[in-house]
């Protein structure tokens, strides 16, 4: 039994839909841009999701016959490409955040609740989210941004929570991670942290086996009743609320 003093959200699935209409997209205009004949389509995608990190991604489908050799320079030279096309996305303003997020969000920070970021993502792709879906007056309220290739192992692995708690003073049975996918979940629960899991068209069918809630999305009053995919806390709710966290630590 804990008490809940700190939220790491992830970013990309979580916070916004950002992977099908925003990285996906800008990675194929760098590899157009740069005269590669390679596309990714919505399902390829999907399956290359399967890796976190943009570089490592592109690395991937390399490895599995995908895309021309090519050395590591010019792998990261696309993918700075990349993040340049994402940024231009974000900044048109077409990427939403998912239902429920700004008012959770707002709900933990009146709440004196610590608030941090623990993302794959490029710091700077995170920085345009945060800029144009969010609110500059989030990079004050986010205790913590951390994002990419300050730790040098991705999702699944637990060290981009791990670096975040440290960062703050805060310890893994005071803080609850929120996530969307199966390598998100992992690196959560290796953590040692509590998670709840929204889930989306890429991660809908992920095993979020242990998760502490798993939901189809964090809901609002005024929408339908979100769905409940795995509830083993048995909370009751129509959407999820400050107080479900709460109970989900105290249980
Ligand atoms: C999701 C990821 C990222 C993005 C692409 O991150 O795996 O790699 O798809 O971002 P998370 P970059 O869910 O942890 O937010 O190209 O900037 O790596
Ligand atoms: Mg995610």
Known sequence: MAELQCILW???????????DGHRVAFNMAFA????????DVPTYGELLAVTGGKERI???????????????????????????????????????????????EEAYAAGITLGVSTTTTPSALDALIEHSLGKE?????????????????????????????????????????EDSEN???SAHAAKLKCVVTVNDYTKAHDFDGADLVVSELGEAERDAVELLSNPHNLNLHHVELSHLQAIMKD
């Open 10 to 20: 992830d970013v990309d699935g979580t916070l916004a839909d950002t992977e099908r």
């Open 33 to 40: 841009e740069a005269g590669h004949t390679r596309e990714w």
């Open 59 to 105: 690395q991937f489908d390399i490895d599995r016959g995908g895309m021309h050799e090519m050395p590591f320079e010019e792998i990261a030279g696309l993918h700075a490409r990349k993040t340049t096309h994402y940024q231009s996305l974000i900044a048109e303003g077409r990427i939403p955040l998912r239902p429920g997020v700004r008012r959770l969000l």
């Open 138 to 178: 989030w990079f004050d309220r986010f205790a913590v941004l951390a994002a990419g290739d300050i730790v040098p192992a991705k999702k699944p692995a637990p060290d981009i929570y791990t670096y975040a708690m440290d960062q703050l003073g805060v310890k893994p049975e005071n803080t609850l991670a929120l």
């Open 184 to 186: 998100g979940w992992k």
